[in-house]
């Protein structure tokens, strides 16, 4: 029998083909963009114009109609309230966080909806911002299929650093609406470098400074030979590009109230004053000054504006992120100069104030030769191509916040410091304050501030069946796990009677599981067909890896088996690669636990093989290979 | 009698692979016959990372260590892999980082070894320190921080510390190299509160550099 030979853990994976392909999609608050990776060539996908953005705006119908994109963007001035954009700032967020800023939002809060995830009321229906994200996401996958002329469904889907939680399942949770496999979530600073690294070959201490329309963040990497490490990470979730349209839009507003003698606003003069801020703001980008209209019915208003009152209008928001990359800088014990390059990300890096001041931050001009638009989701191409059909790059990030639980007094106590690399698991135990009490209440929350009223609350729930003991005598031991997509999964354990309670953090923000088959069963997309394909993927994933398992016994311990036997783990090998063609799951998971029955007997004699060599004193090498990284 | 205790140290670490079930070292990372990524085992942070065990540790030979495993075990190579592989994988990412964490840290890793040798120097929580010379200096750095009234004041203050942290560091790293466990306990402990200084210290200078604009 012919053999292929495989690097330890590097075997491909058997049916590759039988996927779709994986793209990169940056999900952003103003614009997606989706782009595809083959041999390390990445290529944006864009429409039959030649765009690669689609504006992340969404128009729902009267009639049931979603419209994605430039379409759905023109009508945000016709149909206001029929429109959502920047929907990316409601992502993971509850009613409470909204309230604060929901004069400064365009939609609608549904305000019937108590607590949990907020809701937006649109066009008659009440929508989550994880079912419109997934609207987006639909239409970027349709994107990418019609460039390719092939299904798409898996994909790196960037998340800004920042991003809690909550956020960060939201995002998880539309994608999955949308029909795509979400092979990792990655940073977008990290994506972006990732981009701007393979392509430069950049080596050393390198800063991401990466301002959209909603979100802020900057990371500092240090990269070398294909590893690109981040060193520490920071921003605002809710600073970006959009706060300089509002300054400006506020500023119009002022003067039009002034002009017509108006005090109050209605919803669409506030959006047209949005629109016509942001039409402003990147005129005066490249020019120095403008004049713009803000023309509703028959009451139209003019609007001269220069660059100096802009960048007056737009410094403070600037500034906020100057501070925020000094604490960076600060966090990672280094020192601006021995920043080697500062690479700029999002389509608010075009505004020339925000150059000047990382320029004066940094002390060197920054680098943008890559589209600042599209540098993210080609990242994310990269790093999909690189999960599919592998890679020699590697990317190890961190916990943008620092996680913790609530102790007496509404004390923080952190378990896992921000800027930890992940994955990481962290434990920390606790005791009972009442003599004979029976229950904990774990509140995990994420935050730096020392008090949890502060902090962002993630979940709570409550470990039950404490023994009774006298005060402090009770073992809690409490485990964060945060995988590699800054996820985080908690549980509680009472070590001396072992009660245990375990929690995926997912509830105060975000869809229940019963919401997310409710949504699943809603969607257009035959969820349940959809559900069954990809654990049919699954269960042939398992199979090849179960057939290059025990090919790789026989090809060492062959002779351990009489012709029957043989003949027989042939057959069920046989049987199992027959069934791979076909698309029963249950006979392919039936044909791996026949394969298992067969070959029982085999595996206890090369149990026993390997036991009398040892014993025996033949070298183990064989069996002792362990791993030299390289030099 | 032959009992677990006189087994040659190779075959009491054999277990069965969980994919092929053949014989495989307890110490390795993959299966040599099939290749599948298998379970961290126990061992000590040095072990897991092919470094010897000292204090001494040059920071780019733990990066080349811990990057070399990462590029093999991390999540990321195993995305499109069964659902057991990806768990043992994330599980072997975590255990490096762990390592990584601990060993980076010239504090982390002095308590560590002290740990290692039956020593325990708490370097998370405060304890009681029974140093009254460490104490007296801390209090005397204490005052002189929240009586520095301007950010070169602090800034100054900020690098004395930073100089202590790195001479008590020096001074560790030959404690070891004695073998004197007592001497370094000390110093760790010692260690512990001069960064916590300088760790006041810089916070004290960010927060005054940041009233300047």
Request: charged share 25%; with cysteine; net charge negative.
């Amino acid at each position: 029998m012919l053999l292929q030979i495989h690097e330890p853990g590097q075997t491909p994976d058997p049916h590759a083909d039988d996927r779709g392909l994986a793209v990169g999609i940056d999900l952003g608050t103003t614009n997606s963009v989706v782009a595809l990776a083959h041999d390390g060539e990445t290529r944006v996908l864009r429409d039959g114009d030649g765009n690669g953005l689609i504006p992340s705006v969404v128009a729902y119908g009267e009639d049931g109609t979603v419209l994605v994109g430039r379409e759905a963007r023109r009508q945000l001035l016709e149909r206001p309230d029929t429109v959502i954009s920047s929907i990316k700032r409601l992502m993971g967020r509850g009613v409470a966080d909204v309230k604060a800023v929901a004069g400064t939002l365009p939609f609608e809060l549904d305000s019937a909806a108590a607590g949990g995830m907020v809701r937006l009321k649109v066009a008659g229906r009440t929508l989550t911002p994880v079912e419109i994200s997934a609207d987006i996401l639909r239409a970027v996958k349709a994107r990418a299929e019609a460039a390719q002329g092939k299904g798409v469904d898996r994909a790196v889907i960037t998340v800004p650093a920042y991003f809690d939680d909550a956020a960060r399942t939201a995002t998880k949770d539309a994608a999955r609406l949308a029909g795509l496999e979400v092979l990792r979530l990655v940073n977008e600073p990290t994506a972006a470098a990732l981009a701007y690294g393979l392509d430069n070959g950049a080596e050393g201490l390198y800063a991401v400074y990466d301002l959209g329309g909603g979100t802020f963040d900057i990371s500092l990497l240090h990269m070398e030979k294909g590893v690109f490490q981040v060193r520490a990470t920071g921003g605002d979730a809710a600073l970006g590009g959009d706060d300089f349209d509002h300054a400006v839009a506020e500023h119009f507003l002022a003067e039009r109230a002034a002009a017509l003698g108006h005090s109050t606003l209605t919803s669409a003069e506030a959006k047209q004053a949005l629109a016509t801020a942001r039409v402003a703001k990147e005129c005066l980008s490249v020019s120095t000054q403008g004049e713009w209209f803000i023309d509703l019915g028959d009451q139209p208003s003019r609007h001269a504006l220069d660059r100096a009152t802009f960048e007056a209008l737009a410094e403070p928001f600037v500034e906020r992120t100057i501070r925020i990359c000094r604490g960076v800088l600060e966090d990672a014990g280094v020192t601006a100069d021995e920043v080697k390059g500062v690479v700029l990300v999002g389509g608010s890096t075009r505004v020339p104030l925000v150059r000047r001041r990382v320029a004066e931050l940094f002390g060197r001009p920054p680098l943008a030769d890559i589209n600042p638009d599209e540098v993210v989701a080609v990242g994310a191409a990269l790093q999909a191509e690189a999960l599919t059909v592998g890679s020699d790059t590697l990317l190890l990030d961190v916990t943008p916040l620092s996680l913790g639980l609530e102790t007496m007094g509404g004390i923080v106590e952190k378990v896992i410091h921000r800027n930890t690399p992940i994955p990481v698991a962290l434990a920390q135990e606790f005791t009972t304050y009442q003599d004979g009490q029976d229950a904990m209440l774990i509140h995990v929350v994420q935050g730096e501030r020392e008090m949890v009223d502060q902090c962002r609350s993630l979940a709570r729930f409550v470990l039950h069946g404490i023994p009774p003991m006298t005060a402090g005598a009770a073992r809690i031991r409490v485990s964060f796990t945060v995988d590699a997509d800054g996820l985080l999964t908690v549980s509680a354990r009472e070590t001396v009677t072992g009660v245990e309670q375990q929690v995926s953090v997912k509830p105060s923000y975000g869809l229940s599981e019963e919401e997310m088959a409710v949504m699943l069963r809603a969607s257009m997309l035959h969820a349940r067909e959809d559900m069954e394909l990809r654990l049919l993927t699954e269960t042939k994933v398992e199979a090849g890896r179960s057939l290059l398992a025990v090919k790789a016994a026989l090809a060492v311990d062959k002779d351990l088996l009489s012709a029957g036997e043989l003949a027989g783990i042939e057959a069920a090998l046989a049987a199992l690669e027959a069934l791979l063609s076909g698309t029963d799951r249950a006979a392919v998971q039936a044909g791996i636990d026949a394969l298992e029955a067969a070959t029982k007997i085999f595996a206890e004699r090369r149990m026993d093989r390997g036991i009398r060599q040892a014993l025996a004193g033949v070298s183990v090498d064989r069996l002792d290979q362990t791993l030299l990284p390289d030099a | 009698m032959m009992t677990k205790d006189t087994l040659p140290a190779a075959a009491a670490a054999l277990l069965p692979c969980w994919s092929c079930k053949g014989p495989v070292s307890a110490r390795a990372l993959f299966c040599s016959t099939c290749g599948a990524v298998q379970a961290p085992g126990q061992a000590d942070h040095f072990t897991r990372l092919g470094l010897a065990r000292g204090f001494d540790l040059a920071p780019a030979d733990l990066d080349r260590q811990y990057f070399g495993f990462q590029r093999r075990l991390h999540p990321d190579r195993f995305a499109t892999r069964s659902p057991k592989e990806r768990a043992l994988s994330q599980q072997q990412a975590t255990a490096l980082n762990d390592a990584y964490e601990t060993l980076k840290d010239p504090l982390r890793r002095a308590a560590y070894l002290l740990r290692l040798a039956g020593q325990v120097v708490n370097v998370e929580q405060a304890g009681t320190v029974d140093d009254p010379a460490l104490l007296m200096e801390a209090m005397e750095m204490r005052e002189a921080l929240a009586e520095a009234d301007g950010p070169e004041a602090v800034a100054k203050l900020q690098a004395k510390a930073e100089q202590d942290v790195a001479a008590c560091v020096k001074a560790l790293s030959a404690a070891f190299a004695a073998d004197d466990l007592d001497g370094a306990g000390r110093l760790t402990t010692r260690l512990k509160y001069l960064g916590k200084l300088a760790d006041e210290a810089k916070a004290r200078r960010m927060r005054l550099t940041r009233h300047d604009f």
